[in-house]
């Protein structure tokens, strides 16, 4: 790009109107802002993130633009990339409101409301000190939201068509989920450099590729597959049917700080922990018993979900009793066949006092059904109903009624 190219996209940078930018690639699925606005500014040799920043005419100072973008900065950011709002909202945290978070600011957003509403594994009024004890200060605590640390998939890097498409992912920057829900496999530590480059922090000696993907066991795998279907569709299948994103969110959130219990404050309930944690084959992380999940170390939150993971599979499957009150949610909804009711009762009336009339009614039908099949009483009951007709319209409508009752008169 010549001085005379760089000078003239600078002044398009300048634009008061928010013009588009003379080069802005679409953002990729699942793409965070900044990352977008990384590879936007790649695409000219003299201008970096900031200076894109700078041309909106706008303060962004102490912006967290994956985090929550200001209304201003966000139509701007949207006119210079060709982009709509909606879509550029979406690649922020606050995108995910409400059903990630009720909000990006740490002030609304309530540690006991958001974990404590659903209980599964536990009876909900159970270690409620030990709660208390995890609980964060006000106004410091986010769901799901730690310090960030880039992770990407190495098998879905390895499959990308050029470098250029090299870009951060926002699910993937959030403990919520452990694995690639395509290849199945851990999400690694890296350092990326969007547009261009990326640097796995565990490679073979001597190497700069990545060490061999490692593969995570199947509860984290399907607990991450629908982590990543609330996200992108707002809601996930369980055992009940189908349940809004929030809910499920919230659930997980649950079950993630039920694991964490004390054993010695788990009363009954300790044996189907034990088990829980044995068969993820590891050790609850000491760190849990004074700490939220989102504080811990990476490795623990891994732990952590793990056993998550696993307990949720095991209550859908029934393996082991959960006593929360919404444990009903992950199980399948039980058959419940439909009372095919009883038979209608007139006992609450007075019965109908017996008539003669009764016996003429049953006398008739007697006739009628005789009549039907033998033709010497068909001759009897026309000659005694015929007495009652008068003219000859009358036989013959007199004849079309034993017609219509099924009685022949092929003997007339």
């Given at each position: 790009?010549?001085?005379?190219n760089?000078?003239?996209?600078?002044?398009?940078?300048?634009?008061?109107?928010?013009?588009?930018?003379?080069?802005?690639?679409?953002p990729?699925?699942?793409?965070?802002?900044?990352?977008?606005?990384?590879?936007?500014?790649e695409?000219?040799?003299?201008?970096?993130?900031?200076?894109?920043?700078?041309?909106?005419?706008?303060?962004?100072?102490?912006?967290?633009?994956?985090?929550?973008?200001?209304?201003?900065?966000l139509?701007?950011?949207?006119?210079?990339?060709?982009?709509?709002?909606?879509?550029l909202?979406?690649?922020?945290?606050?995108?995910?409101?409400?059903?990630?978070?009720?909000?990006?600011?740490?002030?609304?957003?309530?540690?006991?409301?958001?974990?404590h509403?659903?209980?599964?594994?536990?009876?909900?009024?159970?270690?409620?000190?030990d709660?208390?004890?995890?609980?964060?200060?006000v106004?410091?605590?986010?769901?799901?939201?730690?310090?960030?640390?880039?992770?990407?998939?190495?098998?879905c890097?390895?499959?990308?068509?050029?470098?250029?498409?090299?870009?951060?992912?926002m699910?993937h920057?959030?403990?919520?989920?452990?694995?690639?829900t395509?290849?199945?496999?851990?999400?690694?530590?890296?350092?990326?450099?969007?547009?261009r480059?990326?640097?796995?922090?565990?490679t073979?000696?001597?190497?700069?590729?990545?060490?061999?993907?490692?593969?995570?066991?199947?509860?984290?795998a399907?607990?991450?597959?629908?982590?990543?279907?609330?996200?992108?569709?707002?809601s996930?299948?369980?055992?009940?049917?189908?349940?809004?994103?929030?809910?499920?969110?919230?659930?997980?959130?649950?079950?993630?700080?039920?694991?964490?219990?004390?054993?010695?404050?788990?009363?009954?309930?300790?044996?189907?922990?034990?088990?829980?944690?044995?068969?993820?084959?590891?050790?609850?992380?000491?760190?849990t018993?004074?700490?939220?999940?989102?504080?811990?170390?990476?490795?623990?939150?891994?732990?952590v979900?793990?056993?998550?993971?696993?307990?949720?599979?095991?209550?859908?499957?029934?393996?082991?009793f959960?006593?929360?009150?919404?444990?009903?949610?992950?199980?399948?909804r039980?058959?419940?066949?439909?009372?095919?009711g009883?038979?209608?009762?007139?006992?609450?009336?007075?019965?109908?006092?017996?008539?003669?009339w009764d016996d003429?009614?049953?006398?008739?039908?007697?006739?009628?059904?005789?009549?039907?099949?033998?033709?010497?009483?068909?001759?009897?009951?026309?000659g005694?109903?015929?007495?009652?007709?008068?003219?000859?319209?009358?036989?013959?409508?007199?004849?079309?009624?034993?017609?219509?009752?099924?009685?022949r008169?092929?003997?007339?």
């Amino acid at each position: 790009m010549t001085r005379t190219n760089i000078s003239a996209a600078q002044g398009e940078f300048d634009d008061g109107e928010h013009r588009p930018w003379p080069l802005h690639p679409q953002p990729l699925p699942g793409e965070t802002v900044s990352s977008w606005l990384a590879r936007t500014s790649e695409l000219y040799s003299m201008i970096t993130r900031a200076d894109l920043l700078d041309s909106l005419g706008l303060d962004t100072t102490g912006v967290d633009l994956d985090r929550f973008i200001p209304e201003p900065v966000l139509t701007a950011l949207a006119g210079k990339g060709a982009c709509t709002v909606d879509r550029l909202r979406e690649m922020t945290l606050a995108g995910y409101t409400p059903w990630l978070l009720d909000s990006t600011d740490p002030t609304e957003c309530d540690f006991d409301t958001y974990v404590h509403q659903f209980s599964v594994l536990l009876p909900p009024g159970l270690a409620v000190p030990d709660r208390y004890r995890r609980r964060p200060p006000v106004g410091t605590w986010l769901p799901w939201v730690s310090a960030l640390t880039t992770r990407a998939c190495p098998l879905c890097i390895d499959a990308l068509d050029t470098d250029a498409d090299i870009v951060v992912t926002m699910a993937h920057q959030y403990p919520m989920l452990t694995s690639c829900t395509k290849h199945l496999c851990r999400l690694e530590f890296c350092t990326v450099i969007p547009g261009r480059l990326i640097f796995w922090e565990r490679t073979p000696a001597g190497s700069d590729d990545h060490a061999p993907p490692l593969p995570v066991p199947a509860a984290v795998a399907e607990i991450d597959r629908r982590s990543v279907a609330a996200l992108t569709n707002g809601s996930v299948e369980l055992g009940v049917g189908r349940v809004h994103a929030a809910v499920w969110f919230r659930l997980l959130r649950t079950v993630v700080d039920e694991v964490v219990t004390p054993l010695i404050h788990a009363g009954w309930w300790a044996r189907g922990l034990r088990a829980i944690w044995e068969s993820t084959g590891r050790s609850r992380p000491l760190q849990t018993s004074r700490v939220p999940f989102e504080n811990l170390s990476w490795d623990g939150q891994a732990a952590v979900l793990a056993a998550a993971a696993t307990a949720i599979i095991a209550v859908e499957n029934d393996q082991i009793f959960a006593g929360g009150a919404d444990a009903c949610l992950l199980q399948p909804r039980p058959y419940e066949p439909v009372d095919p009711g009883t038979a209608p009762t007139r006992s609450h009336f007075q019965a109908r006092a017996h008539s003669a009339w009764d016996d003429v009614v049953a006398a008739i039908d007697a006739a009628v059904a005789e009549a039907r099949v033998n033709s010497d009483a068909a001759r009897s009951l026309f000659g005694f109903a015929r007495t009652g007709c008068r003219t000859e319209d009358d036989v013959d409508e007199l004849a079309y009624a034993f017609l219509e009752l099924g009685i022949r008169l092929d003997w007339a």
